[in-house]
C-alpha cells in the first residue's frame, strides 16, 4: 500500500515538475519522504535520496535555506547508511556545493566540490559519468570566479571522459555547451560558435530539437550573437526558445522570466523601448510571483 502510495505521488511529482510548478511538487515530495521514513527509517539511502530532491526543488524555487537543511540531512543520513566515502554521498556534497554556488559562497562550494571529486576517484573511479559531472560542476564555480584557465582544463577534461566512456552522446553535448560559455566569455567567439553547433547536432540527433536541451543549447546560441553585436540573430533565437517554453513549461517557470529578460536586452539594443518595457515587466512578475 505504502509503495503504490508513494509510486502516484512520484508521477504527480514528475507532472509539476515537467510543468514547472516547483512549490506544488515540494509538499508532495514532503509526503514522499514521510512515508519513505516509516518504510525504511531515518538512516537509509532511500530516505535520503528523496532529501535530495527535496533540497533540489527548494534550490530550483530559490529557497535556499530550506534546500540547505534538506541537503544537510541527507548527508548526515547517508554518512551513518553507507559512511562518507561513498559515491552517494559524494553525490550529495555535490548538491550542496551546487547550492553553495549559488549563492556565492564559493569557498565552501570549492571545498565540496573536490571532496566529492576525491570519493569519485577513489571509490568508482575518474572514467565515470558521476566524476564527469563533477568536473564540469566544478568547472562551472570557476567560470563563476573568473578562474578561467582552470574551469576550461576541467570542463575539457569531463569532455574527454564522457566522449570515451558514450561518444558524441546527450551529455557530451551539454559538456560542449558549458566549455562554449566560456569560450563566449573568454572572446573566443568562433571556438564557441562551433561548440553551439555541434552541440545542436547531437541533441537535433538524439532527443530531438523539442527537447529543454536543445533549447538550452539555442538560448546559448542566442546569448552569443546579442554578445557579439548581432541583435538580430539573437531576437530570432530567443524567440524560437520562447516558443518552446511557453509550449512546455507553465507561464511560472523560472526559464521564461530568465528568457525575456534576455529578450528586453535585445529590444533595447533594437531600439524598441515599448517591447523591451514588455518583457522586462513579465520578467518581473514571473520572478516576484514566484518569490512569494
Known amino acids: 500500500m505504502g509503495n503504490q502510495e508513494i509510486d502516484n505521488l512520484k508521477t504527480q511529482v514528475d507532472q509539476l515538475n515537467t510543468a514547472g510548478e516547483f512549490k506544488e511538487a ?3 515530495l514532503r509526503q514522499i519522504a514521510e512515508l519513505t521514513r516509516k518504510e525504511y527509517g531515518t538512516s537509509h539511502p532511500a530516505y535520503a535520496a528523496v532529501l535530495n530532491d527535496i533540497g533540489s ?3 530550483l524555487t530559490a529557497d535556499y535555506p530550506q534546500s540547505e537543511a534538506a541537503f544537510t540531512e541527507a548527508m548526515q543520513v547517508l554518512a551513518e547508511a553507507t559512511g562518507t566515502g561513498h559515491p552517494e554521498y559524494a553525490t550529495t556534497i555535490n548538491n550542496l556545493a551546487g547550492l553553495y554556488r549559488l549563492t556565492g559562497d564559493y569557498a565552501r562550494a570549492e571545498e565540496l566540490f ?8 577513489g571509490t568508482i573511479g575518474r572514467r565515470h559519468f558521476l566524476y564527469a559531472s563533477a568536473l564540469n560542476n566544478l568547472g562551472l564555480l570557476y567560470q563563476d570566479m573568473g578562474n578561467t584557465e582552470q574551469a576550461e582544463a576541467l570542463h575539457r577534461e569531463a569532455l574527454a571522459i564522457v566522449l570515451e566512456l558514450e561518444g558524441k552522446s546527450v551529455a ?4 560542449l555547451n558549458n566549455l562554449a560559455n566560456l569560450y563566449r566569455r573568454n572572446q573566443k567567439y568562433d571556438a564557441a560558435r562551433q561548440l553551439l553547433e555541434e552541440a545542436l547536432e547531437i541533441y537535433a540527433a538524439t532527443v530531438g530539437q523539442a527537447h529543454p536541451l536543445y533549447a ?7 546569448a552569443l550573437a546579442y554578445t557579439t553585436g548581432d541583435y538580430t540573430a ?3 533565437l530567443y524567440l524560437e526558445v520562447l516558443d518552446f517554453y511557453t509550449r ?4 511560472r517557470h523560472p526559464n521564461i522570466a530568465s528568457l525575456l529578460a534576455s529578450l528586453a536586452l535585445v529590444y533595447e539594443k533594437l531600439g524598441n523601448k515599448a517591447k523591451a518595457g514588455e518583457y522586462r515587466t513579465q520578467a518581473r512578475e514571473i ?3 514566484n518569490a512569494q
Open 26 to 28: 515540494i509538499p508532495r
Open 57 to 59: 526543488l527548494y534550490r
Open 114 to 121: 573536490n571532496e566529492s571529486l576525491a570519493i569519485y576517484d
Open 172 to 175: 557530451y553535448a551539454t559538456s
Open 216 to 222: 538550452a543549447a539555442t538560448n546559448s546560441l542566442a
Open 234 to 236: 539573437a531576437e530570432k
Open 248 to 251: 512546455v513549461f507553465s507561464s
Open 287 to 289: 520572478k516576484e510571483g
